[in-house]
């Protein structure tokens, strides 16, 4: 018996890091799983692989920013497995610039992406896909569930920068801040019909986004110096949390973030 036997789940941001993590424990533990993402090259080989673990799974192309890209994802999601159970929110960028799986050069300049130093167009844009690309997933995943009459889990990835300032990343900060209230705000709004809401807050984890802090001295020693467990998290160590969250096991919990981070402190 697998802890989400029967249980359809969508995963945005579900081809690459924790997304992807999350989708292989999900099909581990007996879930149909739609992994949605933009990275369409990406996608096919996720979902080739993700088929070999013997669960039904399915790509689907979408733009969190974009309202209608998102709807039609959840409409075929319905379509194709008639039921919706579980939501995760985890598509996300950590810079206006940030490509998954590309490696990005840290500024020379320690105060080069300083908020002083940023464009409000880079600011709207990590505000758009953190922040009003969780609302619409979320949104769209409440409205499934009331229509469909399932008391389901939405999860949203939210982050330890939601709770501690990183300079120079202020704009991924108060995104990552913002989804840890939708998720309080919402939970308050839908709770009390059965569908729970909660975030996780994850420390630094080894996925693409960590690549280019991993590769330098001085962001290793960054991350060692605020991480009482002196190492990163692995990915499966955020899957096995948002398992907890997407099973009946965490039936009292919503509203919730947890911060699997390694003994950091977030207040
Ligand atoms: N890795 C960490 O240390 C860490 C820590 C805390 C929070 N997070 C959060 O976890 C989530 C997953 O990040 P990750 O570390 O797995 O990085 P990742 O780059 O491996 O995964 C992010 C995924 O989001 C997708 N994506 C980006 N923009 C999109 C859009 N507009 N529409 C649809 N998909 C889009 C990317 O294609 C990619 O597959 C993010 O929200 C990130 O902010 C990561």
Redesign the pocket.
Known sequence: MGKLDDKVALI??G?????RSTARRFIEEGASVVIA???SQ?GKSAEEELSTLGGDVVFLE????DEASQARVFQETIERFAKLDVVLA?????SASYV??QINERSEDPEGNFLFNKSVDDWRRVLE??LT?VMITNQLAVKSMIELDIKGSIIN?A???GRRPLPGATDYCVSKSGVIMLTQSLSAEVCGRGIRVNAIG????E????ASIRQSEEGVDMVMSMTPMARFGVPEEIANTALFLASEESSYFSGQTLFPNGGMYVG
């Open positions: 945005t941001g081809v690459s890091g924790l997304g993402d933009i990275d990406k979408i733009d969190v920013t985890a598509a996300g960028i950590s998954s799986g896909v953190n690309g990835i982050s330890i920068a994850p420390g630094f984890i996925t693409p986004m960590t």
